[in-house]
């Protein structure tokens, strides 16, 4: 038992005397705890169809939400190769009232003939056909201005037109053919035939069009796209259905 104690008391000692011997010893922290290291290795490229082991472990990646771009407008959708439908310019069997200003003797109605002529008392044949109502009254008013009258004034309106017409069939609810009265567009045209049927297929509607050789088209209408205002409402031309 007393070797016991000796022992205990030198033990100690000699931890007082290290501790002593140097009371300004540096201090070190303790060494960093070692971390295992895991080999890496390249993951396998999965073939086309199969199951990566990443999307087995986490499952499907979500969609990533993008923003819609809008289409393009249409600025010009179907360049105008002729007469517009509609206009008023003069054709043959129109209906033209004729009237000079107080002078109600000369002013009457007259049909545009066969070869598109008009007879007007006092000048006689004025050609009518491919004139705009403006452009018949200057030549009215010139050629009376020039023998019998001093500064007629002269007014044209086309009160019967057979050209401007449109022709609407297919899936609307009153297909037929439509007088019009100034320019039309393809959505006016369609309005006129009370709309389109509960059916109809709004992005394969057609039009058909004479090209300048005198061939009959076909150019494809998206309604649905001229309703949203990314495809431009065309206006119809001569001849057009």
Not at 26 to 51: A, D, F, I, N, Q
Not at 198 to 206: E, I, P, R, W
Not at 218 to 234: E, F, K, V, W
């Amino acid at each position: 038992m007393k070797r016991s104690g000796l022992f205990f008391t030198f033990v100690l000692s000699a931890l007082l005397l290290s501790a002593c011997s140097n009371p300004y010893k540096k201090y070190e922290p303790p060494p960093l705890p070692r971390t295992s290291t895991t080999e890496v290795r390249h993951m396998p490229v999965p073939v086309s169809g199969s199951v990566s082991p990443l999307t087995s472990a986490l499952g499907p990646a979500e969609p990533v939400a993008t923003r819609m771009v809008p289409a393009p407008r249409i600025v010009n959708a179907f360049p105008l190769q002729g007469q517009l439908a509609g206009s008023d310019v003069i054709a043959v069997n129109d209906l033209l009232e004729i009237n000079i200003f107080k002078v109600p003797d000369l002013s009457r109605s007259l049909r545009v003939d066969n070869r598109g002529f008009i007879t007007f008392p006092l000048i006689g044949p004025v050609r009518a056909q491919g004139l705009s109502p403006s452009q018949l009254e200057k030549t009215l008013a010139q050629k009376l201005g020039a023998t019998y009258m001093n500064n007629p004034q002269v007014s044209v309106l086309v009160k019967e037109s057979t050209q401007n017409r449109v022709t609407v069939e297919g899936a609307v609810k009153k297909p037929g053919m439509f007088p019009v009265s100034g320019t039309v567009t393809v959505l006016q045209a369609i309005a006129l035939a009370e709309g389109v049927t509960d059916k109809a297929d709004l992005h394969s509607a057609v039009l058909l069009r004479r090209d300048p050789r005198g061939q009959v088209v076909q150019l494809p209408i998206d309604l649905a796209a001229i309703r949203t205002g990314r495809m431009q409402d065309p206006l119809l031309l001569q001849d057009d259905r």
